[in-house]
């Protein structure tokens, strides 16, 4: 039972905040009312009351709480290390081994923490409990009951998801719900093979929707460096195909992202209908024609299924080498393979990273290509933004008073705003609309990762949600990288079909 040390922690409701210090996280929670014997309240009564008791009630001025918690955490920790006192032994079982684990533990604080457990002592005959638990949770079973007796637990990435299906399966709901934060937290954390994935199909399993969409989320803004990982090539089928759907992928390029998607065939070898799907769901038209014209010839997996796309090519080279007016006069432009994600190469984009961004107001130029069309790949558009860490407006900003002189302006209440507006019009811009999207980078456990991505209505000139939840005055701010702020702005072109009028 002694706590590891290279171990982090943190703390759930009722006892402070995270504490992170290593790969390890402590949880700490409340225990829970339960049905107990007046025996076992007696005999564990020494080991409370050495403790003096924090109430959460009002206390009269000048009053002193006097807390020995940590104390009462050492007395239990003790108590369970000991056995003193044992009333119930529990036998913990390895399914389809002959491992087996015996644990002296306290029928109080067994059903002070679980229901189930107080289900499982009222129905027994004897002084023993088994247990039968698959390898995985008989290996963190000593750690999940120290957890019960002491309120809190080191956490390791490869063990979380064991400690769950145990406090998921003992109703141990503060572990869980602790548990859950933990993993919503730690997705960008260094592991030898990666944990997001795996952390992703045991949240469809259990049908937790919040941390399934949050490790979705990740694997989409961060997506450039999960297709550089080992655990891409543990991706689903199924997560595979819908992460393939989404606009809001966050990468170099659609080659990349081809590239990527051969090298897990060709790991993975799906079946057929799997691998069409995949790759029609490609945005070839996002893809230069000389690159195009490369893969053709030389992705084996390409030549191999390509009757499979060749519609698909054949519409994406259509695509380069006429104007987007000409085109949307014989084809759906909204289609997906028109459509760009999110794309960071220097085409589309420009980083953009505003150091003490609470100082004043700045501004930035950058060009991008009018359009991925390869028609268009020549021409340029000029783009400028301005960051503004406390806009006002009108009805707050400095006024003239009569004799002429200036009010001060009020700073309270203002809030970042950023604009990107194109630098001159062109008629180049007919039937093209600009999407206009600020990806917002953070750090977490050392890596920098995508925080937030704000996106423009396609007929606006800022995005009305910007930082509206940050404190960029805090130096500690998560929105923050060492003071400053790191923004990356991505244009997308995005074409329109024509309107035809009926004769």
């Not at 008989?138 to 979380?160: M, N, P, T, W």
């Not at 996106?455 to 998560?478: I, M, P, Y």
Request: charge should be neutral; charged fraction near 20%; aromatic fraction near 10%.
């Amino acid at each position: 039972c002694a706590r590891e040390r290279p171990a982090s922690y943190i703390k759930s409701p009722g006892q402070g905040a995270g504490q992170h210090t290593g790969q390890h996280t402590f949880l700490h929670t409340h225990t829970t009312k339960a049905n107990v014997s007046e025996k076992w309240t007696s005999h564990l009564f020494y080991f409370f009351s050495t403790a003096a008791l924090k109430h959460d009630v009002a206390l009269d001025s000048g009053a002193t709480v006097l807390n020995h918690t940590m104390n009462l955490v050492h007395r239990m920790e003790t108590l369970l290390a000991m056995g003193n006192g044992s009333d119930v032994t529990l036998r913990v079982e390895t399914i389809n081994t002959d491992e087996v684990k015996v644990i002296l533990a306290h029928s109080l604080v067994l059903t002070l923490q679980s229901d189930v457990f107080e289900e499982l002592l009222l129905s027994r005959n004897s002084s023993s409990v088994v247990l039968r638990e698959t390898p995985d949770c008989a290996a963190v079973f000593e750690k999940f009951v120290r957890y019960l007796y002491c309120g809190d637990i080191s956490v390791r990435l490869d063990q979380v998801i064991s400690l769950h299906k145990l406090a998921s399966k003992y109703h141990v709901w503060g572990l869980q719900q602790g548990l859950t934060q933990y993993m919503t937290q730690h997705l960008s954390s260094d592991s030898p093979t990666g944990h997001v994935v795996g952390w992703y199909n045991y949240a469809l399993q259990i049908g937790d929707i919040t941390l399934r969409d949050s490790c979705l989320q990740y694997l989409s803004w961060n997506l450039s460096s999960v297709l550089q990982s080992r655990e891409w090539g543990s991706i689903s089928e199924d997560l595979l195909l819908s992460l393939l759907q989404r606009s809001d992928l966050i990468l170099q390029s659609e080659l990349e992202l081809y590239e990527a998607l051969e090298g897990w065939i060709n790991q993975n070898q799906p079946v057929r209908i799997t691998v069409e799907s995949a790759l029609r769901a490609v945005r070839y038209g996002m893809i230069p024609p000389q690159h195009l014209f490369r893969l053709q010839k030389q992705s084996p997996l390409m030549v191999k299924y390509y009757e499979s796309i060749r519609d698909l090519l054949y519409l994406a080279f259509q695509f380069h080498s006429a104007s987007p007016i000409q085109l949307a006069k014989y084809f759906d432009v909204n289609c997906s393979i028109f459509t760009p994600r999110n794309y960071l190469s220097s085409a589309w984009g420009s980083p953009w990273i505003i150091n003490n961004p609470t100082r004043d107001d700045r501004s930035f130029s950058f060009q991008t290509q009018l359009g991925p069309s390869g028609h268009d790949s020549s021409k340029r558009v000029t783009w400028n933004a301005l960051f503004s860490p406390r806009w006002l407006p009108l009805s707050a900003r400095s006024t003239y008073t009569e004799l002429g002189a200036m009010q001060p302006t009020r700073t309270e209440g203002g809030r970042p705003r950023i604009i990107v507006t194109p630098a001159t019009s062109s008629p180049d811009f007919a039937g093209v609309s600009f999407q206009k999207t600020v990806i917002v980078m953070t750090k977490q456990q050392g890596k920098v990762v995508v925080k937030h991505v704000y996106n423009f209505h396609q007929s606006t000139e800022e995005a009305g949600d910007f930082l509206v939840d940050a404190d960029l005055q805090r130096r500690a701010s998560e929105y923050l990288i060492d003071s400053s702020l790191y923004l990356h702005i991505v244009i997308k072109p995005l074409y329109h079909t024509l309107l035809v009028a009926k004769k």
